[in-house]
């Protein structure tokens, strides 16, 4: 490695019933000014300071990925599920440990404003746009998008709002969720949901579909 820092490698034995396997991953932070360096690469889901080129993930086509660590993305994806809350508890005892922070109120002050500016724990704002199905009556896209909405959109865990616009025969729906595992959690158990699957048959073309991250809110 090219930087001095302290390595420490944590095993991170998770309970069944929060999904997660056993995941090894590798925290490399020097100092507190080190961690909140902007032009220092971090993995954008632990905060991993990325220096090597083995300390990159892959995307499904073994290419590198440049957001995400070797740990966090391996093939292409996250292994399990994580709040940024739980990586918080985790790594703060370790942090402090290690001696990064001399106690734990240091340590959680310094992940609660360095995570939340990493891309996977930013809020997220999915943007569908799409035309209505030939035949399909307004008035019938609006009440089935409302029983979706209340059924389904609004109970889905990291929901926070939703609005729903039209330019001419254009409509966009654009969702914010506190997490991107929130926003891709939403849309593969809409496909278990009724009142989803009643909304689905309404869409004809669909134009684009983006996850963006939320960089402000005013």
Same mark, same amino acid.
Not at 47 to 63: C, I, L, V
Not at 145 to 169: A, V
Not at 180 to 203: L, T, W
């Given at each position: 490695?090219?930087?001095?820092?302290?390595?420490?490698?944590?095993?991170?034995?998770?309970?069944?019933?929060?999904?997660?396997? !056993?995941?090894?991953?590798?925290?490399?932070?020097?100092?507190?000014?080190? !961690?909140?360096?902007?032009? !220092?690469?971090?993995?954008?889901?632990?905060?991993?300071?990325?220096?090597?080129?083995?300390?990159?993930?892959?995307? /499904?086509?073994?290419?590198?990925?440049?957001?995400?660590?070797?740990?966090?993305? =391996?093939?292409?994806?996250?292994?399990?599920?994580?709040?940024?809350?739980?990586?918080?508890?985790?790594?703060?005892?370790?942090?402090?440990?290690?001696?990064?922070?001399?106690?734990?109120?240091?340590?959680?002050?310094?992940?609660?404003?360095?995570? =939340?500016?990493?891309?996977?724990?930013?809020?997220?704002?999915?943007?569908? /746009?799409?035309?209505?199905?030939?035949?399909?009556?307004?008035?019938?896209?609006?009440?089935?998008?409302?029983?979706?909405?209340?059924?389904? !959109?609004?109970?889905?865990?990291?929901?926070?709002?939703?609005?729903?616009?039209?330019?001419?025969?254009?409509?966009?729906?654009?969702?914010?969720?506190?997490?991107?595992?929130?926003?891709?959690?939403?849309?593969?158990?809409?496909?278990?949901?009724?009142?989803?699957?009643?909304?689905?048959?309404?869409?004809?073309?669909?134009?684009?579909?983006?996850?963006?991250?939320?960089?402000?809110?005013?």
């Amino acid at each position: 490695m090219t930087y001095s820092c302290r390595i420490i490698h944590v095993i991170l034995w998770i309970e069944e019933n929060l999904g997660w396997s !056993l995941i090894s991953v590798l925290l490399a932070y020097a100092t507190e000014e080190d !961690l909140l360096m902007e032009n !220092l690469k971090h993995c954008q889901s632990c905060g991993m300071p990325m220096t090597e080129a083995e300390h990159f993930g892959k995307n /499904t086509d073994e290419s590198k990925n440049e957001d995400y660590c070797c740990h966090c993305y =391996p093939d292409g994806a996250f292994p399990g599920e994580c709040t940024m809350e739980e990586m918080i508890d985790i790594c703060v005892p370790i942090i402090v440990e290690h001696g990064t922070c001399p106690d734990e109120t240091s340590a959680r002050k310094m992940l609660s404003e360095f995570l =939340p500016t990493l891309k996977r724990w930013k809020k997220q704002g999915m943007i569908n /746009t799409y035309k209505l199905k030939d035949g399909v009556s307004e008035a019938d896209f609006l009440a089935a998008f409302d029983e979706m909405h209340s059924k389904y !959109l609004s109970k889905c865990k990291g929901y926070i709002n939703c609005q729903l616009m039209r330019m001419g025969d254009m409509w966009t729906d654009w969702t914010i969720w506190e997490t991107m595992a929130d926003a891709n959690n939403a849309m593969m158990q809409s496909e278990g949901n009724e009142a989803a699957i009643k909304f689905f048959p309404f869409i004809g073309e669909l134009v684009e579909q983006n996850l963006y991250p939320l960089e402000r809110s005013y």
